[in-house]
Nanobody, 113 residues
Framework: QVQLAESGGGLVQPGGSLRLSCVASGFTFSSYAMSWYRQAPGKEREWVEVIGYTGASIRYLDSVKGRFTISRDNTKNTMYLQMNSLKVDDTAVYYC??????WGQGTQVTVSS
């Protein structure tokens, strides 16, 4: 079955950087678009960025433009989210989404001084 495992979250100061990873298994990773979502406390889950199966970013949330970069390595069945210039408002649980309704367990990102 589809399995997605995020890692790389943590506590960082405003302006700092983190790189999230999502390791996928149970499907042909290179054939599917993948997404990052996030859910802040008390808010609905929102999509952050989507990457096509070839590695091109399809769309992204305006608030992360120029700060977040999505990428993937199809040889490693892994998707990444490089997050730079982090802001307090980026604090959330970040989720990896695969085909259908498949989700990872999430990784907490906390931006705080």
């Amino acid at each position: 079955q589809v399995q997605l495992a995020e890692s790389g979250g943590g506590l960082v100061q405003p302006g700092g950087s983190l790189r999230l990873s999502c390791v996928a298994s149970g499907f042909t990773f290179s054939s599917y678009a993948m997404s990052w979502y996030r859910q802040a406390p008390g808010k609905e889950r929102e999509w952050v960025e989507v990457i096509g199966y070839t590695g091109a970013s399809i769309r992204y949330l305006d608030s992360v433009k120029g700060r977040f970069t999505i990428s993937r390595d199809n040889t490693k069945n892994t998707m990444y989210l490089q997050m730079n210039s982090l802001k307090v408002d980026d604090t959330a649980v970040y989720y990896c989404k695969g085909p259908g309704d498949s989700w990872g367990q999430g990784t907490q990102v906390t931006v705080s001084s």
